[in-house]
């Protein structure tokens, strides 16, 4: 009996547990989403939790694992084999103080690698093994104090490389630590202990590295030639000087406390002379041309090289047979040819040679120069009308504004009748007469130009003394115009008929 | 009409032009470097995990990289970032308590790649919401309260690669997104798993193209068990389509408030899936088109 209720009871309970509200539906998780993590498609986010040990059986299709804000401190050799779409490992904020041999090893087609905030001290020589087809690696606030002279070697595709906020003391321009320059963009080394560059080293590097060359707020010590070089860049625009102009220090002692933000104070640099400055840098070769011609770079090693690469100002990457816009081709000996030149191919090609002969890779510059080519020369330049034209202008507007008598502008009036003043008794206006309706085409002995002040044919408004609309008017031989009010006016009917009967009122 | 007061006008109007001129200058570059909460490498700011409520002032125009993930944000306002942040490729919010974001929030980054706002308290995505991040290729909502998304919340992305939108509470399938004409042209992954979908489109699903199917993830979800969504996955099982193939365990549907897996719906007496045939009669031309899972386009990996 007790077996029967028993046996009942669960199958209730059974059913019970079948059942579900279709209303206070929530999916569980996926089953092979390990617990707590998020299982987003090909995305798996296990941030955040603590986990001191990488979860045992991670979903093997996942594209982008985020193991981030994490406490791990050792990474397994060969824990990644069961993921073979990775593309994305975010290991950032964790406890790693150390890599290990082969750690990496079967991410081959992982692309970006975040190791940044981090306890690690060195980088080995196999740490970063296996990782051809990376293109960011994130390694910046950790502690490195210690780089392998081959640490980067295998990084053949590396764009990205982040080291900044660390403690490096040292750094091989020359070798780059065996990365791949072919594709490095940005190398930041900023906010470490760098206290010595060798300056011809780091001049050496190719124009498309030293954009993305960060050397910010290091200890670098006050030298002319390193400011000279820093100088240079910072005229050429780079941003990696420009964006950190005001971080930029050195030590203007052999003390720590000693930094100087050399381009803002850049009196410690007083004693530089500009001599310092020339032969810093390998020679740009300088090229000149012109819209639509064609041109033809050759990469002139010092030996015969076995395989030459360039880069374009547009950052492409340019081997045979040549850009992917067709414009430019590599040929068979190496050479660069550009058709048709265009606007966009100004800039610095860099070509990268390699050869068993040249003991380590050798890059040259480049700098080519488009110009617009120039139309026939003109007879005249149309700059220069332009330019009369508004001189001829501008006089014509200033006569107009000075030369007539007008009220406003009698300035230049007065200026005369001053001086005229001074040079002759004024004659009695009332010496009229019908003879002088004609105007006396000689001048009285003045020079000509009180004539204009003593000539004067003035009308007034008909009507004004109802003389039956006849023009009055009134000839002066002798008329001062600065003192009108003394003008005495008769009327003379022949001169009427001679001059207009247009009214003029004399104010 | 005096020389002598056009001139004093003149002299007016030159300093302050003079004035004006050094203003627009002197705000074009950044006078403050990397704000007091964040970590900065070069062009990445690092301020995650550091209890920020809002976000930090100043954020420098070089900025190519901005975490401010594990932090206590809740509103993305119109003005967060005053100076704009023309370099800007990826920015993470995730593991926030975002509500809130306006729908001017993405004016000042016009040049974004990969925006993460999973793990948030979004509930609502507004039309026209990302419409400004015409160069967006990967946007992430999973992990939200998300309830409603407007259909035109994606409007203009005409660079959106990969949309993650599961462990949401969505129920309408967001057939505009992916439908033939659409406006998202290279969108090839669109995560709908882990949410509340109940009806599925079948036929127009059924005629995307295989490039899309492979990216399209509906499992977790209470579907409604149907003959047809059984052939429709089988099909996709078939053709080894991975958002079919990596999440089997996980297809199910709903019947008589009963999960079932989308696999054997034999209680429902449906016709066994067969791989459907061509057939031509002799001397018509037949044209079979390479439907293939791999897409075109290639998407590259976010951001720089």
């Known amino acids: ?507 | 009409m005096q020389p002598q007061r056009d001139l004093r006008g003149l002299w007016l109007l030159l300093p302050s032009l003079f004035l004006l001129l050094f203003e627009v200058a002197r705000a074009g570059r950044p006078l403050l470097s990397c704000p007091a909460t964040c970590l900065c490498a070069s062009n990445i700011l690092s301020c995650s995990k550091q209890q920020l409520l809002n976000v930090p002032h100043s954020l420098p125009g070089y900025t190519a990289l901005l975490d401010l993930s594990h932090n206590n944000l809740t509103r993305l306002r119109a003005e967060w970032t005053p100076t704009r942040l023309n370099h800007l490729h990826s920015l993470l919010l995730s593991h926030n308590q975002l509500n809130f974001i306006s729908s001017e929030a993405f004016t000042p980054v016009p040049n974004l790649r990969y925006l993460d706002l999973s793990s948030n308290h979004l509930r609502t995505l507004d039309e026209f919401l990302f419409s400004d991040l015409q160069a967006l290729e990967v946007l992430l909502l999973y992990n939200n309260h998300i309830v409603v998304v407007d259909r035109y919340a994606f409007d203009e992305m005409a660079q959106l690669q990969k949309l993650y939108l599961s462990q949401n509470q969505i129920s309408r399938f967001p057939l505009e997104l992916v439908k033939e004409g659409n406006k998202l042209p290279r969108l090839m992954l669109l995560d709908l798993s882990s949410n509340k979908l109940k009806k599925l489109p079948l036929s127009d699903l059924q005629k995307l193209p295989a490039w899309v199917k492979n990216g399209l993830y509906l499992h977790n979800n209470p579907l409604e068990c149907d003959c047809k969504l059984y052939q429709l996955f089988s099909h996709w099982q078939y053709r080894q389509l991975s958002s079919v193939v990596d999440f089997q365990e996980d297809l199910y549907c709903m019947h008589s408030k009963k999960l079932h897996t989308v696999f054997n719906l034999d209680f429902l007496n449906c016709s066994e899936y067969k791989e459907s045939a061509w057939e031509a009669h002799l001397g018509e031309t037949l044209t079979i088109t390479c439907d293939t899972k791999l897409a075109n386009i290639r998407a590259h990996g976010s951001g720089n």
């Open chain 1, 1 to 507: 009996m007790a077996w029967l209720v028993l046996g009942a009871l669960l199958c209730t309970m059974g059913s019970g547990l079948g059942t579900s509200d279709l209303e206070d539906f929530l999916p569980p998780s996926a089953h092979t989403c390990p617990s707590k993590c998020i299982c987003a498609a090909d995305l798996l986010s296990c941030a955040g939790l603590g986990l001191q040990t990488v979860p045992a059986a991670l979903p093997t299709a996942v594209a982008d694992l985020d193991l981030s804000h994490n406490a791990l401190q050792h990474l397994r050799p060969g824990w990644l084999a069961p993921f073979s779409r990775l593309h994305a490992l975010h290991l950032g904020h964790n406890e790693l103080d150390a890599l290990g041999r082969g750690v990496f090893s079967n991410a081959s087609g992982l692309r970006l690698l975040d190791l940044s905030s981090n306890r690690l001290r060195a980088l080995g020589r196999h740490d970063l093994d296996g990782l051809g087809e990376l293109e960011r690696l994130l390694l910046f606030n950790n502690r490195l104090a210690h780089l392998d002279l081959h640490a980067f070697h295998g990084l053949s595709a590396l764009r990205r490389l982040y080291l900044g906020c660390n403690e490096l003391s040292s750094f091989s321009f020359n070798h780059l630590h065996g990365l791949g320059v072919v594709h490095l963009r940005t190398l930041d080394l900023s906010s470490n202990l760098l206290g010595h560059i060798s300056i011809p080293e780091l001049a050496a590097l190719p124009a498309f590295l030293r954009n993305g060359l960060y050397l910010h707020n290091n200890p670098l010590p006050c030298n002319c030639r390193l400011y000279h070089l820093l100088q240079r860049w910072h005229q050429q625009g780079l941003s990696s000087v420009r964006d950190f102009a005001r971080e930029y220090t050195c030590l203007a002692f052999k003390v720590e406390a000693s930094r100087v933000r050399f381009f803002e104070h850049s009196r410690v640099f007083e004693n530089c002379s500009a001599v310092a400055a020339s032969g810093l840098e390998w020679p740009e070769e300088q090229l000149h041309t012109q819209v639509g011609r064609s041109l033809r770079l050759y990469c002139n090693t010092s030996a015969p090289a076995v395989r030459i690469t360039w880069v374009s100002p547009q950052n492409e990457l340019l081997v045979a047979p040549g850009s992917q816009d067709g414009s430019i081709a590599v040929l068979a000996d190496g050479s660069l040819a550009i058709g048709k030149v265009q606007q966009r191919h100004a800039g610095i090609f860099v070509c990268l040679a390699t050869g068993p002969r040249l003991h380590h890779n050798q890059t040259l510059e480049y700098n080519v120069s488009v110009h617009i080519p120039r139309p026939e020369p003109e007879a005249f330049n149309t700059g220069f009308t332009t330019l009369l034209g508004c001189v001829v202008g501008l006089v014509l507007v200033l006569l107009y504004l000075f030369a007539p008598p007008c009220r406003g502008c009698c300035r230049s009036c007065r200026r005369a009748c001053r001086s005229r003043r001074w040079a002759r008794a004024p004659s009695p206006l009332q010496e009229l007469s019908a003879q002088s309706s004609v105007l006396s085409t000689t001048p009285p002995d003045a020079p000509s130009r009180k004539a204009s002040v003593h000539k004067h044919v003035v009308f007034l408004e008909p009507g004004r003394r109802g003389l039956n609309g006849r023009v009055q008017l009134a000839v002066a031989e002798d008329f001062d115009l600065c003192n009108p009010a003394s003008l005495r006016l008769k009327a003379s009917s022949e001169s009427a008929s001679s001059t207009g009967s247009e009214g003029f009122v004399m104010t």
